[in-house]
């Protein structure tokens, strides 16, 4: 068993695998694609909710460094992923990397942790969505909102992407590509709009004075402050760090795009585009937004599910508020989309490895997508979403993400002494001492996370655990 438990799979075995007849996803996908697949995950909730309340209770104005310090640590686990993704462009993203790399075990647990990730984040933003859409049309709480059980809302959005889903990836290009024009131009037009009613005085102090903040018992505690009894606090330099392992959810999503690497037509060149293009437009729009906005209206009165149109209402211009929910109906909707289809390549990779039943790699005859698994997919996040609240587990994500974060980062320094013969497309800057900082600014931000976060993470973990052995390791084509 320990053998198997370490045992690698080839990057040519993978490679041989995308070839498999019934099995082969197809490739009609390019770099501006993946753009706007990036673009269309990354901006969502965060930039029209997390700005305000954080510049609110942690950073001031300087939220604009908290949302750059967050882009730098994605950055660095950016790069890692384009080397991976440009070397071995097949679908599962830190799944595959892992296999290749880290070994079977390693691939399992991080498979099974994109699974938390993707499925998770989608009902998350799938019940996001039906609050904005319950409120920008008054719907009758019963039936959207978070307030109805079960929410119709978020099950309807959930249902009618998986169909996108299925319909191909290409498809699920276009209509992205639809859904992120109309949010960009809002969030530009908070950007062009705000500008004219920005007031110097509301950016004094930039950086507000640091104060304790209250500290938190049991599992809402913070980790670090549990295991280094450090005391928190709101504002100051401590404050900006704080609010960016907040703020950094507002990131999650470029990942997702490495997912797609199998169904590129170029992927050793599209795939690094598709990732740092991505992050790089997001990164400047948010720091650009987060801004304006503090610039719009005094950092504490930003403290609302709805900051963006509060800083209008508050600037005399409540008519642009309607504008802004609409922005954000668009912005999660493509959201929803791409976690729907990242966690269905997943999935399939896994099963094509034999670690699922392969019977989930199913690919459809005519749209050239895993549908089974988009069908098993939608229907999971479906139930979820409609009867489960999940405001408390968000957290999650952002705890697999950066566990993601540090296995790819961690493999690619590990790849490049074992396989140093791969040619490489797209290869990361300073490597080891690149992965190794990014290794570190991960656990960092993970140490802010809650210990019940931690706690939940570590259950979903070991019913993975239990999966694998009971199954997993007995079916792997790879024995």
Not at 59 to 68: M, Q, T
Not at 197 to 209: Q, S
Not at 304 to 325: D, M
Request: hydrophobic share 55%; aromatic share 10%; net charge positive.
């Amino acid at each position: 068993m320990p053998s198997s438990l370490l045992r690698t799979k080839s990057i040519e075995q993978s490679m041989r695998d995308t070839d498999e007849p019934g099995r082969r996803l197809r490739k009609n996908l390019s770099a501006f694609d993946l753009t706007v697949f990036g673009v269309g995950v990354i901006i969502g909730t965060g930039i029209f909710v997390l700005t305000g309340q954080q510049a609110a209770r942690n950073a001031g104005p300087a939220i604009v460094l908290s949302f750059a310090l967050a882009g730098v640590v994605c950055a660095l686990a950016a790069l890692c992923y384009a080397e991976f993704a440009s070397t071995v462009p097949v679908a599962g993203s830190a799944y595959t990397f892992s296999y290749a790399t880290l070994g079977q075990f390693v691939a399992w647990i991080i498979g099974w942790d994109l699974c938390l990730e993707l499925a998770l984040g989608a009902a998350v933003v799938s019940r996001g969505w039906s609050a904005y859409l319950q409120a920008l049309l008054n719907l009758p709480p019963w039936l959207a909102g978070d307030r109805a059980r079960p929410d119709l809302g978020a099950a309807f959005i959930v249902v009618a992407l998986t169909v996108v889903a299925i319909l191909g990836a290409k498809f699920s290009g276009r209509v992205t590509g639809a859904l992120v024009i109309i949010k960009v131009a809002v969030v530009l037009f908070v950007i062009g709009l705000g500008a004219f009613f920005v007031r110097a005085a509301n950016y004094t102090p930039f950086i507000p004075p640091a104060r304790p903040a209250a500290k938190s018992s049991g599992g809402d505690a913070p980790l670090l402050q549990v295991l280094a009894g450090i005391t928190p606090q709101h504002f100051g330099w401590f404050g900006i760090v704080a609010a960016a392992s907040i703020v950094f959810f507002a990131y999650i999503g470029f990942d997702v795009v490495a997912t797609t690497a199998e169904e590129t037509h170029r992927p050793q060149r599209d795939v690094p585009w598709g990732i740092i293009g991505s992050l790089v437009i997001c990164g400047v729009l948010y720091m650009a937004v987060a801004f304006v906005v503090t610039g719009m209206a005094r950092y504490g009165e930003l403290n609302t599910a709805a900051p963006l149109a509060k800083a209008f209402v508050l600037a005399g211009q409540g008519w642009a508020a309607h504008l802004i929910s609409l922005g954000a109906v668009c912005g999660i909707t493509s959201v929803i989309l791409v976690l729907l289809l990242g966690q269905a390549r997943v999935s399939f990779a896994m099963a094509r490895d034999g670690l699922l039943p392969p019977v989930l790699a199913r690919v459809h005859p005519r749209y050239g997508t895993p549908w089974v698994m988009s069908a098993i997919t939608g229907a999971i996040v479906t139930v979820l979403a409609a009867f489960v609240p999940l405001s408390e587990l968000s957290e999650l994500t952002s705890i697999g993400t950066l566990f993601a974060f540090v296995v790819v980062s961690i493999g690619v320094a590990v790849l490049r002494r074992t396989r140093p013969d791969l040619p490489r497309a797209f290869r990361a800057p300073l490597v080891p001492w690149l992965p190794a900082v990014s290794v570190l600014a991960s656990f960092w931000l993970m140490l802010n996370l809650p210990v019940i976060t931690w706690v939940r993470f570590l259950v979903w973990m070991a019913l993975g655990l239990l999966l694998y052995f009971t199954y997993g390791i007995r079916r792997a084509v790879l024995r």
